[in-house]
């Protein structure tokens, strides 16, 4: 505050400010105040490119949070169970990443490597552990539509195989029932033709066509993710099936001409009637 000598009935002490006002006037002066600039034309022009993609972005990002991928299915899965959801690679999945195939794991790594020498079909004489089942029954029809007489159904219901292949499998998984005291778990056995077309819509490359599956025959089987994804029991199965003429073949192997399907097992004598056996 400062003083001031006034004459009059005036205040003797006037404030800076009420000192400004007065010299001011009733309007309060902008000078020196600066203007907010308007945008120049260029930036106009990238406000109205930028805007949009901002937008999209976000709700790229919300969406992201709201619902992330899914996690990549265990390489031990097997993309065939049509009764259950979907596992394994898609059809999207191979058509975008053709080279790709999935990693091994470690219980298809640990399994010992069989050679052809050690397939043979004794045991399946020993004893017929399908009492139903004809194995000196004919075999008519085609692929994908064999005569029922020329199929038996083993211990899943629904599921079937040749006779000598059916009661071969049969043989072998008393023998694993003995060792981990549950039937062996299956997801394809036989399929119809239709069944086969299906699959082969679905799944690609992973399916062979319809009319050429060993699955058409009677021939082969898919295990279940719980076979191929557990150790002991792979090792087990690479160890003891192929005394019962069952293998998972060649070209199924990493490396191999065809796709990567550790859960694919063909009985082989049969196999080798239709000189498709690439042991």
């Not at 008393?174 to 997801?187: I, M, P, Q, S, T």
């Amino acid at each position: 505050m400062e003083s001031a000598a006034v004459s009059g009935d005036q205040p003797a002490l006037v404030s800076r400010r009420a000192r400004r006002e007065a010299e001011q006037g009733p309007g309060r002066s902008t000078a020196g105040r600066r203007k907010p600039e308007k945008p120049s034309a260029n930036q106009r022009t990238l406000q109205q490119r930028w805007l949009p993609k901002t937008a999209v972005l976000g709700t790229l990002a919300a969406a992201t949070i709201a619902a992330p991928l899914s996690p990549p299915a265990s390489a031990g899965d097997t993309p065939f169970a049509l009764d259950q959801a979907n596992v394994g690679p898609s059809t999207l999945d191979v058509v975008t990443m053709p080279g790709t195939a999935p990693a091994t794991s470690s219980a298809v790594a640990a399994a010992p490597k069989v050679t052809r020498s050690d397939v043979t079909v004794s045991r399946t004489s020993e004893r017929n552990p399908l009492p139903n089942c004809d194995p000196n029954a004919p075999v008519e029809g085609t692929n994908g539509r064999l005569a029922d007489h020329s199929l038996c159904e083993i211990w899943q219901q629904g599921d079937s195989l040749r006779p000598d292949a059916a009661i071969a499998l049969s043989s072998l998984n008393e023998n694993f029932r003995a060792a981990f005291g549950r039937d062996l778990c299956l997801v394809a056995t036989y399929r119809s033709l239709s069944m086969q077309y299906s699959v082969k819509a679905s799944r690609g490359s992973y399916a062979a066509s319809p009319g050429s599956s060993m699955h058409g025959w009677g021939l082969a089987i898919d295990l279940c993710s719980q076979e191929t994804g557990s150790a002991d029991v792979y090792r087990w199965l690479n160890a003891n099936a192929p005394a019962y003429g069952w293998q998972n073949p060649s070209w199924a192997k990493r490396g191999g001409v065809g796709a990567y399907e550790p859960w694919h097992f063909e009985f082989v004598p049969g196999v080798q009637e239709k000189g498709k056996w690439y042991g």
